[in-house]
């Protein structure tokens, strides 16, 4: 017998065919003698209406009042759900964040869970059999006492934090792929699902793209030490033999991996700008001078890269912006131009970041080295690096992000056999 988490997002829990349908899931699992609490999404497309219609109320808006307007998707599945499990003969009842409660900072829209408290949901699986079904996405901030929301995709992070709470087994995140992939299986059809993942390794997965998972949740199951598994919701519950272990992707501590890869994945974005500001001059203060006013005006810059000045006298400096940000980048340097000083800009928004992923690069020298090699020899031109202890980063034209990805996928023996 164990302990679970199981989380279900919008698409499990679209409609009430598929309520009952993760209900029959939750009652296996009930079943088979575990201790469960479920956590649950809006359903899909509900929580973007409710977003619109705050814009339409006003566009700006008090974000007090949007987390109000928001939270309110996730109460509806939740108490759903409870009236599910409990026509099918489960004991169930739901919880809204504020009361368990799920304490949060007061930062509406895009709350941090500071505190649970499971002893409470323990106590009645010991007592009453009760499965807890907890509404995703929303806590109390307790000083005010009001509603807080966690940030789109806030869900997974609600299931992360209610497992470390009441000491679960696993979370489960039941979701419309069936795993973690080593890279997008869109863009490489042999790319192959991943039995286990280390947390690491996944937090770089997510922060790059493949968004299988809110970034936030994979930083607190790391934290806490969650093991995170990653499993299809469409199954059906009919169809699980509870005592053979399911497809999915476990995303856990890398003691427990015992044949570890030296590259787990590749992760790639084409929303990239490059902006390089030549003959900038060569002398203490510059990169701050470049880098403070993009941190004030809330730009996130990514790669950097500096060439060692050849004459002493002048310098240049590339760097990587989200494309979104690009303009907004590129008037804030002209505008700081005179304390800059600087010859001009120069930039390029059809570029592409590739990043290789995999914890095993720390013990192994001469990973990124290959990579230099098979993209040379596919003439691909290589515009910017930058390197970690478990990733390595490189920009290239956008036009050949398919090719790169697909030729590192293969050069690292990641592609699927058969
Ligand atoms: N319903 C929220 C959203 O759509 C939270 C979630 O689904 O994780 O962002
Ligand atoms: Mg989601």
């Given at each position: 017998?164990?302990?679970?988490?199981?989380?279900?997002?919008?698409?499990?829990?679209?409609?009430?065919?598929?309520?009952?349908?993760?209900?029959?899931?939750?009652?296996?699992?009930?079943?088979?003698?575990?201790?469960?609490?479920?956590?649950?999404?809006?359903m899909a497309g509900a929580?973007?209406?409710?977003?619109?219609?705050?814009?339409?109320?006003?566009?700006?808006?008090?974000?007090?009042?949007?987390?109000?307007?928001?939270?309110?998707?996730?109460?509806?599945?939740?108490?759903?759900?409870?009236?599910?499990?409990?026509?099918?003969?489960?004991?169930?009842?739901?919880?809204?964040?504020?009361?368990?409660?799920?304490?949060?900072?007061?930062?509406?829209?895009?709350?941090?869970?500071?505190?649970?408290?499971?002893?409470?949901?323990?106590?009645?699986?010991?007592?009453?059999?009760?499965?807890?079904?907890?509404?995703?996405?929303?806590?109390?901030?307790?000083?005010?006492?009001?509603?807080?929301?966690?940030?789109?995709?806030?869900?997974?992070?609600?299931?992360?934090?209610?497992?470390?709470?009441?000491?679960?087994?696993?979370?489960?995140?039941?979701?419309?792929?069936?795993?973690?992939?080593?890279?997008?299986?869109?863009?490489?059809?042999?790319?192959?699902?991943?039995?286990?993942?280390?947390?690491?390794?996944?937090?770089?997965?997510?922060?790059?793209?493949?968004?299988?998972?809110?970034?936030?949740?994979?930083?607190?199951?790391?934290?806490?030490?969650?093991?995170?598994?990653?499993?299809?919701?469409?199954?059906?519950?009919?169809?699980?033999?509870?005592?053979?272990?399911?497809?999915?992707?476990?995303?856990?501590?890398?003691?427990?991996?015992?044949?570890?890869?030296?590259?787990?994945?590749?992760?790639?974005?084409?929303?990239?700008?490059?902006?390089?500001?030549?003959?900038?001059?060569?002398?203490?203060?510059?990169?701050?001078?470049?880098?403070?006013?993009?941190?004030?005006a809330n730009i996130n810059?990514?790669?950097?890269?500096?060439?060692?000045?050849?004459?002493?006298?002048?310098?240049?400096?590339?760097?990587?912006?989200?494309?979104?940000?690009?303009?907004?980048?590129?008037?804030?340097?002209?505008?700081?131009?005179?304390?800059?000083?600087?010859?001009?800009?120069?930039?390029?928004?059809?570029?592409?970041?590739?990043?290789?992923?995999?914890?095993?690069?720390?013990?192994?020298?001469?990973?990124?080295?290959?990579?230099?090699?098979?993209?040379?020899?596919?003439?691909?031109?290589?515009?910017?690096?930058?390197?970690?202890?478990?990733?390595?980063?490189?920009?290239?034209?956008?036009?050949?992000?398919?090719?790169?990805?697909?030729?590192?996928?293969?050069?690292?023996?990641?592609?699927?056999?058969?």
């Amino acid at each position: 017998m164990g302990r679970l988490v199981m989380k279900f997002g919008g698409t499990s829990v679209a409609d009430i065919e598929r309520i009952r349908n993760v209900a029959r899931h939750v009652k296996r699992e009930v079943d088979a003698g575990h201790e469960v609490a479920v956590v649950v999404s809006a359903m899909a497309g509900a929580t973007n209406r409710l977003v619109e219609w705050c814009r339409e109320a006003s566009v700006l808006h008090d974000a007090r009042e949007y987390d109000t307007v928001v939270a309110s998707g996730e109460q509806v599945t939740s108490g759903l759900l409870a009236i599910a499990l409990q026509a099918i003969g489960v004991n169930a009842r739901s919880w809204q964040g504020w009361q368990l409660p799920i304490k949060t900072s007061d930062a509406h829209a895009s709350a941090r869970i500071l505190d649970i408290n499971g002893e409470e949901l323990i106590k009645r699986f010991k007592e009453r059999k009760e499965v807890a079904v907890v509404a995703g996405f929303q806590g109390i901030y307790p000083e005010t006492a009001r509603v807080t929301t966690l940030g789109r995709g806030g869900s997974d992070t609600s299931a992360v934090a209610v497992a470390a709470a009441i000491r679960a087994d696993r979370c489960d995140i039941y979701t419309d792929v069936d795993g973690v992939y080593t890279t997008d299986p869109r863009v490489v059809p042999r790319a192959r699902r991943l039995d286990k993942i280390a947390f690491e390794e996944m937090l770089e997965m997510a922060s790059l793209g493949a968004k299988v998972m809110q970034v936030r949740s994979i930083e607190l199951a790391m934290v806490h030490q969650v093991r995170v598994f990653v499993r299809s919701s469409f199954d059906k519950p009919e169809d699980i033999d509870p005592h053979v272990s399911p497809p999915g992707s476990l995303i856990c501590d890398e003691a427990e991996i015992m044949e570890q890869q030296v590259v787990t994945g590749i992760a790639f974005s084409k929303d990239e700008a490059q902006i390089s500001i030549r003959r900038v001059q060569d002398k203490p203060g510059v990169a701050a001078a470049i880098f403070g006013p993009l941190a004030e005006a809330n730009i996130n810059v990514d790669m950097i890269v500096q060439v060692v000045s050849a004459d002493g006298a002048t310098t240049d400096m590339t760097f990587t912006v989200p494309a979104a940000e690009y303009e907004r980048a590129r008037s804030t340097i002209d505008q700081a131009r005179d304390k800059i000083g600087y010859d001009k800009l120069d930039s390029a928004t059809d570029v592409a970041k590739i990043s290789v992923i995999g914890i095993g690069m720390r013990s192994h020298a001469g990973v990124a080295a290959r990579a230099f090699r098979a993209l040379a020899d596919r003439g691909i031109n290589i515009r910017a690096i930058t390197t970690s202890e478990i990733k390595f980063s490189l920009l290239i034209d956008a036009a050949y992000t398919e090719l790169a990805v697909r030729t590192l996928h293969s050069l690292y023996g990641l592609d699927k056999q058969g």
